[in-house]
């Protein structure tokens, strides 16, 4: 099993450009989620979802669209990137809420500028 | 008040000392807690659960502290390999999801 894999692993963008964070997992889990992680802090939730056509909102959650069409893919849409969407996007999945069975992939950083 | 608070560090800490960490949480309601391990540029990973009575492995102790909200992690006979980032995860209420602290940076030195 390859896990949770992201792609890109490093992207830069100038502010006003749109692009997609790719998250796949290979797990056949039911959860998945996208956070950020700024320097120096912990990670914050942007969406999340619970299965395949479900969606919903998580802590931080403005300047990022995401759609969950299949169990695998989990796609994170930045529409127009602004310099304070600069981190490192972190996709994880579990097979249900619970921490202790959260996988994270090895995560894209993000420099718009 | 952040929700999940910790000490940001870095503890230095020579090879073999034995190192704790603490985290405060806000929400006297929150069910579940955890330790992650995050190293340098990489994804966090699971350390361990924080159980009410207390659990240990290996090398590694947390506790739970209900009364007075926080967990701890203790490190001991501490290795140059445990030099990381040491994530508190807690779970506000049950079912809902993750809430991690900032981070405390361990550096163990030869």
């Known amino acids: 099993n390859a896990g949770v894999t992201q792609t890109p692993k490093f992207r830069i963008l100038k502010i006003g450009q749109s692009m997609t964070l790719q998250c796949t997992q290979d797990m056949n889990h039911n959860y998945m989620y996208w956070y950020r992680q700024d320097p120096g802090m912990g990670l914050k939730l942007i969406y999340y979802s619970v299965g395949a056509g479900i969606t919903d909102k998580g802590e931080v959650p403005n300047g990022y669209n995401v759609s969950r069409s299949t169990t695998e893919d989990f796609p994170l849409r930045l529409e127009l990137a602004a310099p304070s969407q600069t981190s490192v996007y972190f996709c994880a999945s579990s097979w249900g809420a619970r921490a202790d069975t959260q996988y994270f992939g090895p995560g894209t950083r993000l420099t718009v500028l | 008040r952040k929700e999940v608070e910790q000490d940001p560090g870095p503890f230095n800490v020579p090879e073999g000392a034995t190192v704790a960490f603490n985290c405060t949480y806000s929400n006297s309601a929150s069910q579940s807690f955890f330790w992650y391990r995050q190293d340098c540029r990489k994804e966090p990973k699971l350390l361990m659960s924080?159980?009410?009575s207390g659990n240990e492995d290996g090398r590694f102790t947390a506790q739970l502290n209900r009364a007075s909200q926080y967990i701890s992690l203790l490190i001991r006979d501490s290795k140059l390999s445990d030099s990381a980032t040491y994530l508190c995860?807690?779970?506000?209420?049950?079912?809902?999801?993750?809430?991690f602290g900032g981070g405390t940076r361990l550096m163990v030195k030869p």
């Open positions: 995860v807690v779970i506000p209420n049950a079912g809902n999801m993750l809430t």
């Open positions: 924080v159980y009410s």
